[in-house]
């Protein structure tokens, strides 16, 4: 992930990659030839720059953050923002202690075309108010997932919702905002891993709207899809678009409700609008970029809303009591 | 072509005789093939031009119709009448021909309801969104150019898109809508936000000067839409010279989708969009084969269209338009901001 950051800083005009951190060298080494490799995050975060982008397994973040936050550095940080709540508190903590520092984290799928067009057309009101939600984000887990650093619980503390379910979170509360109840069942349903692998979950927001999530590493296909309901129509965004299309395509269906005499209810004339480009990672780059140089707030992956995701990925483990007896509850210091 | 460029795909119950009835449809056609005789009898009248979408002089004849040649560009792969009938005569024949009075006081009318619900409506909504997402905020006016179909404007009006509204040299009066429109001729408009031509470049003398003049009228970010009909859509590369539907002086430019993005890029103009969401390719090859014996089809194309069901064309027509291969185009194309 790193890697993919790196690769958006040195195509912008107004950024200059000077160092670099990898416990693997040479592979930032073989990305970056004419960059310099620093021999420890804390050699990073000391050094002549503005900012640190911190891309680390969960275990790493909340160190790196608050090191580069009290050395003075902006701070980009990849989501999730550590292991537990406790983690995403000491950076706000941080964040405080040094006022004028930007800090935002990486939720990218918030810059994808399919969600950028939903959002659009809800903020018109032209399909009237969103009614109800239902997310879906799973991945297909493969040979050797269980060996995967994402599913050792040291490092990151739990399984496919904090690593993954956490975007569809951010993404319901980009749409609905906060989200006061919460309903879940977490399970390892599969894989020899102890963090879970299944997380379903209903979420009520301030106005009474529902969120459905599921997220999931038993997939078996790679698959995105959010459904928006609204009061006159419906969105769906389908497929997240990825270097490899591994989500498929990424696509956005609109529809009206259509209950006109003379027409086939049910079947309402819909369109289907197909990205064939994913600018999420130079639109969120772009931004933080700008955030700095012109001292413009964080509006999206600002510390409040990681923190608010974070919030609701722990409500929903929590609230599942069995789950969080099992093997597979998420780590604990 | 743009990489951020959308394609759509779209999909509502549409059939060619909810906007095309059979008997309008001859009776327009039979007036137009006799108007065009009569209007374009002249041969000394008639100017060669080059491709009207890449400007190549590079071409092959490939087909001719009603006397007169379709040529096809050896860049572009656009296929144009050349030579053509005079700008001027042209617009002799679009004030005073019987077709053209038979468009207006028939066509248009008789489908009113039926183009209302599954052409205008989406206009207006696909418009919206896309001034929404990347229009000039600042710029609301919106003009339809040689509107033939008014409810354009109760559509726009009712969704509450762009103020004012003008129709620019209309076909039909625009008392025939409710919103508040105002009549106007394109010199007199400036720093309009969006700007909308339904199926006009196909008939003119000369799309680009068409698109630019148009683009003219455009602030900056403004938006200008249009639609056509594309030699690359799957029924004309099928049907090709039998098109029953493609006939002089209505169809002189036939444009390929690589043609049209050359053509919006001349006109100094960014694409946002160019799809071809028609819903009709299958079912205008499978009316047109019923219609005349003598079109002979692919094997491939005969054995799809006669031994599989509508659900099978129904699938087949969502890839064409999801891959740009049917023959109705829209374009969104934007005015850079000076």
Request: proline share 5%; charged share 25%.
């Amino acid at each position: 992930m790193g890697i993919t950051r790196a690769r958006e800083l040195v195509k912008h005009p107004g950024a200059e990659l000077v160092c670099g951190f990898d416990p693997v060298p040479d592979q930032f080494a073989a990305a970056f030839p004419k960059v310099d490799i620093a021999d420890s995050v804390e050699h990073i975060v000391n050094a002549e720059i503005d900012a640190v982008f911190v891309c680390t397994p969960n275990r790493f973040t909340p160190g790196a953050v608050v090191a580069a936050l009290d050395a003075g550095k902006h701070v980009f940080c990849e989501k999730p923002p550590g292991r537990t709540l406790q983690d995403i508190h000491d950076i706000l903590a941080a964040e405080q202690r040094n006022p004028g520092l930007k800090l935002k984290f990486g939720f990218n799928h918030r810059y994808h075309g399919g969600i950028q067009e939903a959002k659009r057309i809800i903020d018109t009101g032209r399909l009237g108010k969103i009614l109800w939600m239902r997310g879906i984000y799973g991945k297909s887990g493969g040979k050797g997932f269980e060996s995967e650093w994402r599913n050792n619980k040291e490092l990151v503390g739990a399984g496919i919702l904090l690593d993954q379910g956490i975007h569809m979170l951010d993404l319901f509360r980009f749409f609905c905002g906060d989200f006061v109840e919460v309903k879940s069942m977490v399970t390892t349903a599969h894989w020899d891993i102890n963090v879970e692998d299944n997380a379903f979950a209903l979420l009520r927001d301030t106005h009474g709207r529902i969120a459905m999530l599921h997220s999931s590493s038993t997939q078996w296909k790679h698959r995105f899809n959010l459904d928006i309901y609204m009061s006159e129509g419906y969105l769906t965004v389908n497929g997240i678009l990825s270097s490899t299309r591994s989500y498929g395509d990424e696509t956005i269906s609109v529809a009206r409700k259509q209950f006109d005499e003379g027409f086939a209810q049910g079947k309402p004339r819909e369109e289907i609008i197909y990205f064939d480009v994913d600018p999420s990672w130079e639109l969120e780059v772009g931004e933080f970029i700008d955030n700095v140089v012109n001292d413009t707030p964080v509006l999206m992956g600002n510390s409040e809303q990681a923190m608010k995701a974070m919030e609701l990925v722990f409500a929903i483990y929590h609230n599942d009591q069995q789950f969080m007896a099992s093997p597979s509850a998420p780590w604990q210091p | 072509m743009t990489r951020r460029m959308k394609r759509v795909v779209v999909s509502s119950g549409l059939h060619e005789a909810d906007i095309r009835p059979p008997a309008l449809m001859s009776e327009f056609k039979r007036l137009s093939i006799q108007d065009a005789a009569d209007f374009f009898a002249d041969p000394a009248s008639l100017v060669e031009v080059d491709c009207p979408a890449c400007d190549s002089a590079e071409r092959e004849a490939v087909f001719r119709k009603q006397e007169f040649l379709y040529n096809r560009c050896e860049e572009c792969g656009s296929v144009y009448v050349s030579p053509r009938p005079a700008e001027a005569t042209l617009a002799e024949y679009y004030a005073n021909s019987r077709a053209s009075r038979f468009r207006v006081e028939h066509f248009s009318r008789d489908t009113a309801k039926a183009r209302r619900y599954h052409l205008l409506r989406s206009h207006a909504n696909w418009m919206g969104q896309i001034v929404d997402e990347t229009g000039n905020p600042d710029a609301r006016a919106y003009a339809d150019l040689s509107t033939h179909s008014p409810q354009i404007f109760d559509e726009i009006h009712a969704l509450e898109f762009f103020s004012p509204l003008y129709s620019v040299s209309p076909l039909v009066p625009v008392t025939e809508s409710e919103a508040p429109v105002t009549a106007t001729t394109l010199d007199a408009l400036s720093g309009i936000g969006a700007v909308s031509a339904f199926e006009k470049i196909e008939h003119q003398f000369s799309p680009f000067d068409f698109l630019r003049e148009a683009s003219g009228v455009l602030a900056g970010g403004g938006i200008l839409f249009f639609t056509t009909r594309s030699v690359t859509g799957f029924d004309l590369q099928v049907l090709w010279d039998k098109t029953p539907y493609i006939f002089i002086p209505e169809h002189i430019n036939l444009l390929s989708i690589e043609g049209m993005t050359r053509l919006v890029e001349r006109c100094g103009l960014e694409l946002v969009e160019l799809s071809t969401p028609g819903q009709l390719d299958v079912e205008l090859v499978l009316h047109a084969v019923r219609q005349d014996p003598s079109i002979k089809l692919s094997a491939f194309v005969d054995y799809l269209l006669h031994h599989r069901d509508p659900l099978a064309h129904a699938d087949f027509q969502e890839f064409l338009q999801k891959h740009r291969l049917s023959s109705h185009v829209r374009v969104a194309a934007r005015k850079p901001k000076e």
